[in-house]
């Protein structure tokens, strides 16, 4: 069974940074994709970042420039938030999509809250 357990989130001022992290336990396997989520109030969840087993990152538009996706092996995962605005505001949540044996699992975290305030 694969748990993910995120961390890092909390209150900032506009223009100011966090670091979210992400800590997997259980089978990743080798073939898979890790990724940052986040879902505002009212709003459904919306991806923010991944970042595959190779090493392949992807962005939303809204935060490219700004925030920065990074595994440093197969079951850590971070996200540096960098120039946070109102906007940014939202349960962020990590996510593991693992391809093993041919089937194709999907699991995510509890949630961590980040509120940006003006």
């Known amino acids: 069974q694969v748990q993910l357990v995120e961390s890092g989130g909390g209150l900032v001022q506009a223009g100011g940074s966090l670091r979210l992290s992400c800590a997997a336990s259980g089978i990743i396997s080798s073939t898979n994709t890790m990724g940052w989520y986040r879902q505002a109030p009212g709003k459904q969840r919306e991806m923010v970042a991944t970042v595959t087993s190779g090493g392949s990152t992807n962005y939303a538009d809204s935060v490219k420039g700004r925030f920065t996706v990074s595994r440093d092996n197969a079951k850590n995962l971070y996200l540096q938030m960098n120039s946070l605005k109102p906007e940014d505001t939202g349960v962020y949540y990590c996510?593991?999509?693992?391809?093993?044996?041919?089937?194709?699992?999907?699991?995510w975290g509890q949630g961590t809250q980040v509120t940006v305030s003006s």
């Open positions: 996510n593991l999509v693992r391809v093993r044996l041919g089937v194709i699992s999907n699991y």
